[in-house]
């Protein structure tokens, strides 16, 4: 079945790098995605990698994709108080694109 | 803005009364999703439209839930006989099936609460 893990909680200090992970289980997915959801607001497309790629890079943030081991990375370079957020990995499953989220990485950033 | 808008933002109901949700997508997207979020889980997809049409629905949505999206624009979702266990956050997403059509943007959603 479809099923994307991901850690619960990560907490850094500002200016350090960020680096939160996920599993997923269908192979067949073609894109994933990172998402960021703030308090109170909705989801925000952060970045997304395509499923024949091994890296994206996008300003101060680093994708990397294992299709070996199902495993998908998002890196914060020089992370910031307002990189607090719940973090979300979604794979696209599916002919008509849905998208299955994993549970959601909560990041603290301290000073 | 010409982002997802969903109304209301919030809603409180009682067990078992009927509610109504609404999204407007994207200007000229036309597909339209559905997801439920429950508190500390990520979104769970609930029902896709591609233009009118309903293409897929989760087991997800029981026979009191139903969805619409008359004239392939905007959407509602209605909920009959309202249960505690509905109370959530419900959010509607639109992409556009041929511009970078994976993509899909997320409205605020709306929390309902039913005591």
């Known amino acids: 079945g479809e099923d994307v893990e991901q850690s619960l909680f990560l907490s850094v200090r500002e200016g350090d790098s960020s680096v939160i992970n996920c599993t997923y289980t269908d192979s067949s997915s073609t894109y994933l995605y990172w998402y960021k959801q703030e308090p109170g607001a909705g989801l925000q497309l952060l970045t997304y990698i395509f499923s024949n790629m091994d890296m994206k890079q996008d300003q101060r943030l680093t994708v990397l994709l294992n299709k070996k081991d199902k495993h998908l990375s998002l890196r914060i370079a020089d992370t910031q108080t307002g990189d607090s957020a719940i973090y979300f990995c979604?794979?696209?499953?599916?002919?008509?694109?849905?998208?299955?989220f994993g549970a959601g990485t909560r990041l603290a950033v301290h000073p | 803005d010409t982002g997802v808008s969903q109304n209301p933002r919030h809603k409180i109901t009682k067990r078992g009364q009927n509610v109504t949700f609404r999204c407007d997508p994207i200007?000229?997207?036309?597909?339209l999703y559905w997801y439920r979020q429950t508190l500390g889980q990520g979104p769970e997809f609930l029902t896709y439209?591609?233009?009118?049409?309903?293409?897929?629905k989760s087991r997800l949505l029981s026979d009191r839930f139903s969805a619409e999206r008359p004239k392939g624009s905007f959407s509602t979702l209605e909920i009959q006989r309202t249960e505690q266990g509905d109370s959530a956050m419900y959010l509607c997403?639109?992409?556009?099936?041929?511009?970078?059509?994976?993509?899909?943007?997320f409205g605020p959603g709306t929390r309902l609460t039913v005591l």
């Open positions: 979604a794979e696209r499953s599916g002919g008509y694109n849905k998208l299955i």
């Open positions: 997403a639109s992409s556009h099936d041929v511009i970078v059509q994976h993509e899909q943007f």
């Open positions: 200007s000229e997207h036309n597909r």
């Open positions: 439209f591609q233009n009118e049409a309903q293409l897929e």
